[in-house]
């Protein structure tokens, strides 16, 4: 009874314990969740927010409080008729100040939108960060996807080879094939097992760099879904593909806000050309007695008899501070042309790299197409001569010929596939759409 309920449990806990299989878009999402670099973007998002909320404080009136305490020992100023008193004497005193900046060349309002066009530039960095962490994930899914197809190709070869170098032998012992041959096929099925440790070395560091590159624990198992690019005959030509498609890219966004917030912040430098004005307000009163005096008037008293309140308007007009103002205006110039140069030269490199991509999903379709017709003609011609090496009109020199070619071709359409689906991704990203996310 307690076996079966074993069994039983066993069972149940098989599809649990299953182990997971990660698709590309599922590598590339884990990437952008854990990467920390994504994280420090986000960071730094939150850091640029706080830079806006500081930017709208400004707006708002300044608001101080005070106290002060202050024993006077010996020779002293009495507080109640000005004059010189040796009696020791303590005094309090309370205040409260507000201030408000009226006018300042708009500097405030400069800030604000600098500090709101940097919010934006941050999301759109982010965004670029997570972009970059995608593609990173995914160059390392298809390294590990190609090396995972070289490894299954170097173990068909393998299989091969040992069960030609059988069929060899038996074949020797009959009188059909000399020891040649058999030294010929020794040869390959040695070759065939090197070939198949390479590939299993390169395919276990292509695993090492996609966990690194998705932030994976490295001591966890990652098995990888392999899925064929759909090939297709009817293929949009490069005229179809729109000139302005890299408008909403997250790179060029971000040139495009850097560029509004140093225009802003140039403003804010010309601002400090401009007088500036603001309002003031205050209350205080104090509190005193001298030591060793019976007679003292009560503390509520005299804090509300000595209490004063007062106004001002202060108008500062900028005369002369040692040309820090024009200098600040011209690195602010200097570096809002910096960002307009960055934006235009962004936008033709993003336009280049889209037609790139474009050009390069075209080619590697054909490819595709042409390769798969590759594959099937070699395969025919690599049976073909197994099976004329068998009634011996063939080599064991052929055979290899033949048999290197298809595995060359295969390893090709292997490639061109992968490279369907990256390029099918970039082009996308070049267009401002998210690449890791269904």
Known sequence: ?????????????????????????????????????????????????????????????????????????????????????????????????????????????????????????????????????????????????????????????????????????????????????????????????????????????????????????????????????????????????????????????????RMQVRRHELREARADLFPSISLGAGVSTTYYRMLHTPNVEPFHDQFHNNMGEYVSATLRIPLFNRMQTLTNIRRARNSYRQSVEDYEAKCQELEKLSREAWQDLEAYRKKSLQMEKKVEADSLAHELTRRQYEEGLATAIDLHSTQSALLQSRATLLQCRLMVMVEELLTKYYKGETIWTE
């Not at 309090?92 to 066009?117: I, K, T």
């Not at 020891?179 to 097992?193: F, G, K, T």
């Open 1 to 257: 009874m307690k076996i079966q309920i074993i069994s039983l449990l066993a069972l149940a806990a098989l599809p649990c314990s299953a182990q997971r299989v990660w698709t590309a878009r599922q590598c590339m999402q884990y990437a952008v969740e854990h990467n920390h670099e994504v994280v420090q973007s986000q960071l730094e998002l939150d850091n640029l927010k706080a830079s806006r909320t500081a930017a709208i404080g400004r707006f708002l009136p300044s608001v101080d409080g005070s106290i002060g305490v202050q024993y006077n020992f010996g020779r002293a100023i009495d507080p109640a008729t000005n004059g010189y008193t040796d009696v020791s004497t303590f005094y309090n005193g309370y205040s409260l100040s507000a201030s408000v900046p009226v006018f300042d060349g708009l500097s405030r309002l400069h800030a604000l939108r600098a500090a709101n066009a940097s919010v934006l530039m941050g999301r759109e960095a982010l965004r670029q960060q997570q972009d970059a962490t995608a593609l990173n994930a995914l160059r390392a899914f298809v390294d590990v996807a190609y090396n995972e197809g070289m490894v299954g190709m170097a173990e068909e070869k393998l299989e091969e080879a040992r069960l030609m170098l059988r069929q060899t032998r038996m074949l020797e012992e009959v009188g059909r094939k000399s020891a040649a041959d058999v030294a010929l096929m020794e040869s390959q099925e040695a070759e065939a097992n090197y070939e198949l440790t390479n590939c299993l070395g390169r395919h276990a560091s292509a695993v090492l760099a996609l966990k690194n590159a998705m932030a994976f624990p490295f001591t966890d198992s990652l098995t990888i879904a392999v899925m064929d690019a759909p090939a297709t005959d009817a293929l949009p030509s490069l005229s179809e593909n729109p000139t302005g498609a890299t408008v909403e890219n997250a790179e060029l966004r971000v040139a495009q806000y």
